[in-house]
């Protein structure tokens, strides 16, 4: 099987006025959308992937924090 490996940097400056680690910002998803559209749809990859983000959303923590998680 064949994954395709994304990268977004979430950055370490306040986001939409909230001070702290920052967010991906609508730029980023409109770049991440446009890539994606120009695989072709014989690409082994298509829809099939992972996204990784600098600074891990706070929700990540709260996964840890709340659930049983293995991996």
Known sequence: M???????DSGDH????VNGYSC?????????RDANSEIPMD???KGKGFLWVHIPF?????V???YDYYG
């Open 64 to 66: 840890v924090n709340d």
């Open 14 to 17: 306040e986001c939409l006025g």
């Open 43 to 45: 690409d082994p990859s």
């Open 2 to 8: 064949v994954f395709r490996n994304w990268y977004l």
């Open 58 to 62: 706070n929700e990540f923590l709260n």
């Open 24 to 32: 991906v910002f609508p730029d980023q998803i409109k770049w991440f």
